[in-house]
């Protein structure tokens, strides 16, 4: 999200009136003293209150509400506010007090303050708020309404949910800017999907049962030698969320799950994990525990924080591979988009546009705008449809890729292996070494039992049916494609 807003409890446009009740009296002697009921009082008009994040006598922080908006503050901010009132009311020996009474300001005296327990706003299945500094964008299906901070009714905002700059979400226009015409092109056909897919990340509402990670790869596999070009874009969508969001980036190169601080880069407000350059050989099997039963953070010298499933930050990879994995658990928990190669190394977005999104945008700049109402509608979208999937087009190839290897992924989509496809059964041996002999390939580094285990994955992802009959010295295959099944049995 940037750097957040700060709500100031301390402003200097604060009004410290005589009709407030001061919290200081002279004794008989002349001197100036402190009434404590009187001073926890005041500190609790003011705003100020005690909080607990956790069910634990030792762990609270000291917050001040103000316009249904709370803001962390620590004890030189109570007393600030303290001095900044007797200043007010021109009581110099007050002042004095109050700055030499350094006990007032102690944890332990400043215990005595109220307990708050807000209402926080969270969203929900069908509704979704995102903070500005003004106020709040309540979305739903149906409409986007904006209520100020003094008029909501829902609960509290936690000040570091807001981001810094007052968006205007811009009613009856047409989508476009920069950022918009950017994702189009990222998109290249599957808009839908790929509007879906922000607003899934935009969504702060998680369901422990139904959680997904999203992952954003490269479709521009170079076919002839499967590796990935790099440069698509495809991280600027995580950035742009972070603009709106609390965004924790992680090296994806770093992530060792033998290791401690794996994800120590994660808070209790943290909305979204973006995991940047995950390894091709990354088990997302481990994310998926995580994302499902909850996320232990440990950083150094402290504690062991665990931020439940409901309360977790979603997640979404950005990776030049396409991660593996075809069962069935796998494609459960992922929301997968692949970026189109209108981006590379040699034609990027600040060539086309003339410069950098975001950082490349003057203070008042309408694309601020522009961009805001885009991932606005992409929110409201999301929360009318779910999610729209990506039509193939094309990243059929790179999921085998994925999985098999480059070369065998070409051989599956090849006019040879098409040609098999609902015909009758051919010699497995011979296929086997007609793949090798095209692909300049020995036994020893391609074996047969590799061979048929990558066979059986690719016509799985391919939603082919694949019948195996014959020993192990002459096999046959028969592969159907699902409008045209064999009985038997099949893998």
Not at 317 to 346: C, L, Q
């Amino acid at each position: 999200m940037g750097e957040l807003l700060k709500f100031d409890p301390i402003a200097d446009n604060e009004q410290y009136t005589p009709e407030e009740r001061v919290f200081w009296f002279m004794n008989d002697k002349g001197v100036c003293c402190i009434n404590d009921g009187d001073f926890i009082a005041f500190l609790n008009n003011r705003g100020f209150w005690l909080y607990y994040p956790v069910k634990s006598p030792d762990n609270y922080k000291f917050v001040h509400v103000k316009n249904n908006v709370i803001s962390t503050v620590d004890t030189r901010d109570i007393k600030e506010v303290a001095v900044k009132f007797a200043k007010g009311l021109g009581d110099v020996r007050a002042v004095n007090t109050i700055i030499k009474k350094t006990a007032m300001f102690s944890d332990k005296y400043l215990n005595a303050l109220p307990v708050l327990n807000p209402k926080i706003i969270k969203d929900t299945v069908s509704l979704s708020y995102i903070p500005v500094p003004k106020g709040v964008y309540k979305v739903n299906k149906d409409k986007i309404e904006f209520i100020e901070y003094s008029q909501l009714k829902d609960g509290y905002v936690w000040e570091t949910q807001i981001c810094n700059r007052n968006y205007n979400y811009l009613t009856e226009q047409p989508l476009k800017g920069d950022f918009y015409q950017f994702c189009e092109n990222l998109a290249d056909g599957s808009s839908e999907a790929l509007h879906s897919t922000i607003g899934y990340l935009l969504h702060n509402y998680k369901s422990p049962s139904n959680s997904k990670a999203v992952i954003l790869y490269d479709k521009n596999l170079i076919f002839e030698s499967g590796e990935p070009e790099g440069g698509s874009g495809k991280s600027l969508i995580a950035t742009a969320i972070e603009k709106i969001r609390e965004v924790a980036p992680i090296s994806g190169d770093r992530v060792d799950f033998s290791k401690s601080f794996v994800f120590q880069e994660l808070n209790e407000s943290t909305q979204v994990a973006w995991v940047d350059e995950l390894d091709p050989k990354a088990d997302m099997s481990k994310f998926f525990s995580r994302i499902t039963n909850g996320i232990p953070v440990e950083k150094k010298n402290k504690d062991v924080l665990y931020i439940r499933p409901e309360d977790s930050p979603k997640f979404v990879f950005t990776t030049n591979f396409k991660p593996s994995g075809s069962s069935g658990s796998h494609r459960r928990r992922r929301i997968e988009f692949a970026v189109s190669n209108h981006y590379n190394a040699d034609h990027t977005p600040r060539d086309e546009f003339k410069r950098d999104f975001f950082n490349g945008w003057g203070e008042n700049d309408i694309e601020w705008d522009y961009f805001f109402t885009f991932f606005l509608e992409c929110l409201r979208g999301y929360l009318k449809n779910g999610i729209v999937k990506q039509s193939d087009n094309g990243s059929e190839f790179v999921a085998c890729a994925a999985e098999v290897g480059a070369d065998f992924a070409r051989f599956a989509f090849s006019k040879q292996f098409e040609c098999i496809i609902n015909k009758p059964a051919v010699n497995a041996r011979s296929l086997y070494v007609e793949f090798l002999s095209e692909n300049d390939l020995e036994q020893k580094d391609f074996s047969l039992k590799r061979y048929f285990a990558s066979l059986r994955k690719v016509c799985t992802l391919r939603s082919l049916n694949l019948h195996i009959e014959g020993n192990s010295i002459n096999k046959t295959i028969e592969i159907h494609d699902d409008q045209n099944q064999r009985q038997g049995e099949f893998f």
